[in-house]
């Protein structure tokens, strides 16, 4: 079965870094569009920032531009989301998800979805 997992969240202090990890089972991440979306109490869901796999073409929000990078290793079946200059605001459960669509921030074209790892950032 299609499985997502993401992994390394944490509590940092502003302006520290997090490295986030989704790993894929059950699909080779190769042929997937993956994105990274996040989710605040009391807020819509947003996307943060995606990759095509399968050509390594990265798209992110304006809100991460220059603090984000998103890679992948495709050996491994995973996607990363390094995170730096981290604000309060940054605080939220992120996601990891595929698409078989497109690289894009929408989360509505993205099908199969992780748990999430929680990302709390202190001022």
């Known amino acids: 079965e299609v499985q997502l997992q993401a992994s390394g969240g944490g509590l940092v202090q502003a302006g520290g870094s997090l490295r986030l990890s989704c790993t894929a089972s059950g699909f080779t991440t190769d042929d997937y569009a993956i994105g990274w979306f996040r989710q605040a109490p009391g807020k819509e869901r947003e996307g943060v920032s995606c990759?095509?796999?399968?050509?390594?073409?990265?798209y992110y929000a304006d809100s991460v531009k220059g603090r984000f990078t998103i890679s992948s290793d495709n050996a491994k079946n995973t996607v990363y989301l390094q995170m730096n200059s981290l604000k309060p605001e940054d605080t939220a459960v992120y996601y990891c998800?595929?698409?078989?669509?497109?690289?894009?921030?929408?989360?509505?074209?993205?099908?199969?979805w992780g748990q999430g790892t929680q990302v709390t950032v202190s001022s």
């Open positions: 990759i095509e796999s399968s050509d390594d073409s990265t």
């Open positions: 998800a595929a698409s078989l669509v497109a690289g894009t921030l929408l989360p509505g074209l993205y099908g199969f």
